[in-house]
């Protein structure tokens, strides 16, 4: 698609407009669209609305940010490109570190992936948003009347009923920035990006990078204990109530015993007494078991993507997104309440942890380990 004409706005409340306006006169955005009710009940929903009916005349597709994130001044011409790219599709800048849909953006910066399709049981990362201006309609006429006042679980849901989740980008060139929730979201702790990075360079990653759709397996941490998104054959098993590692092992091609004997064997000793002293041994096991099945599902996803031959700038950036994915892995895998006091040296001790499970995960399939797992699940990657 060459006639991409994209219109832009940053939502916001009277509390929060001069950083609104601010952040739109940084990123050249078109306009700033102020809550039509700022008396009235907190609702994200109704100030989204408002700000997807702003759209340029003639424009065809629409970008929206929320007032409370950073991001580049070539932020424009990457939604550009990233449109061009994908014209019909909802495209999403950014995703939270603490999600399935950050797990989801882990493992594909992992595989090499420059988009993955959102999980669609999760609410849809809203803080920077661009749609084509048809879909931005009739998600205007979908969500109408809707008494649910979070945006981003109506565009989940107006997205499920569509049948096609939104792409996230990989890496993000949008992050979220500490502010005060009008919401009432305080009790999520500090929200960061899953996969940070903000140099021009990115634009090649999203213009040329594949598309992970469907993962197949997608390991997550939820409040300080290991998850899996699995799909058994009756549908996502523990699409609500969050499937717990062990539950989920049958599905992921493994068993409990082969992982107990991996963290016996090939966890570094010290490093585990190292994160059991700072933050507890039980959450020691479940970060380097989750970080273990992760390595496992991408080299799973590696192993049946088709060869490519990559020039060595790519490589070089392939490798640079994986290191802003690893490096959000450990901090964000600890309840809310912990990670605001979590020192230099701690997130540089969780970063050598989760590195040393990646690698078990990889090693375990490639048969680095006497214990090779069966292939269990499907990828598929477009």
Known sequence: MTDVRISSAVMTHPRRLPRARELAAELGLDSVVVDPDPDGPPSALRTALAAWAAVTPGATHHLVLQDDVAAPAFLRDLVRCSVRRHPADALAFYAAWNTRNGAAVRLAALVGAGWVRGVPEEFTPTQAVCLPVAMAEEFRRYARGSTDRHDDEVLSA??????????????????????????????????????????????????????????????????????????????????????????????????????????????????????????????????????????????????????????????????????????????SSLPPEARQSVRPDQAALLKTYVRSGLRCGRGWLDGASPLVPRQGGEAHDA
């Open 158 to 331: 107006y997205l499920r009923h569509t049948g096609r989740m939104s792409l996230i980008a990989v890496p993000h060139p949008v992050e979220h920035i500490d502010t005060d929730s009008i919401a009432g979201f305080e009790w999520h702790g500090v929200r960061r990006s899953a996969c940070p990075l903000r140099e021009p360079g990115i634009a090649a990653a999203l213009e040329t990078g594949r598309v992970l759709e469907r993962p197949g397996g997608l390991p997550y941490m939820r409040r300080g204990e290991g998850h899996a998104r699995v799909e058994g054959p009756d549908g996502v098993i523990g699409t609500r109530g969050h499937a717990h590692w062990t539950v989920a092992l049958p599905y992921l091609g493994c068993s409990e015993e082969q992982v107990h004997r991996l963290v016996r064997d090939g966890r570094p000793a010290d490093l585990a007494a190292a994160v059991g002293r700072d933050f507890g041994h039980h959450f020691a096991d479940e970060l380097w078991i989750h970080c273990l099945l992760l390595g496992l599902q991408a080299a799973r996803l590696t192993r049946c993507s088709p060869e490519q031959r990559r020039h060595p700038a790519a490589d070089r950036l392939d490798r640079r997104i994986r290191a802003a994915a690893v490096a959000t892995l450990g901090v």
